[in-house]
Nanobody, 123 residues
Framework: QVQLVESGGSVVQSGDSLKLSCAAS????????VAWFRQAPGTEREFVAG???????LYADSVKGRFTISRDNAKNMVYLQLDSLKPEDTANYLC?????????????????WGRGTQVTVSS
């Protein structure tokens, strides 16, 4: 099992950058595929980016070229660098994990979830 705790959310202006962190507890973190999702009020949870245990990454088209996912297995950490932020990026950003299988954009693929960290982008 793995527990996930996100941090780094803030209120920023359009065009700003932000780096989110996700701290994972538990053993064998390198065996987990991790991902970031986001959810705005009244909307469905949306895939943002994933980093498979194999080392491959996957991005939603809406963030490709602006957001970067990374991980540090030695520190049990996952990061999401958000650049060129837009008001439509405003949401609660959640970290998710699944054991062994590669990243997918589907909520139901992930067994472990954090509670999220709020990102608000003002215009």
């Amino acid at each position: 099992q793995v527990q996930l705790v996100e941090s780094g959310g803030s209120v920023v202006q359009s065009g700003d950058s932000l780096k989110l962190s996700c701290a994972a507890s538990g053993r064998s973190f390198s065996s987990y595929t991790v991902a970031w999702f986001r959810q705005a009020p009244g909307t469905e949870r949306e895939f943002v980016a994933g980093f498979s245990f194999t080392g491959t990454t996957l991005y939603a088209d809406s963030v490709k070229g602006r957001f970067t996912i990374s991980r540090d297995n030695a520190k049990n950490m996952v990061y999401l660098q958000l650049d060129s932020l837009k008001p439509e990026d405003t949401a609660n950003y959640l970290c998710a994990a699944r054991l062994w299988d590669t990243a997918t954009p589907y909520v139901t693929s992930y067994s472990y979830w954090g509670r999220g960290t709020q990102v608000t982008v003002s215009s």
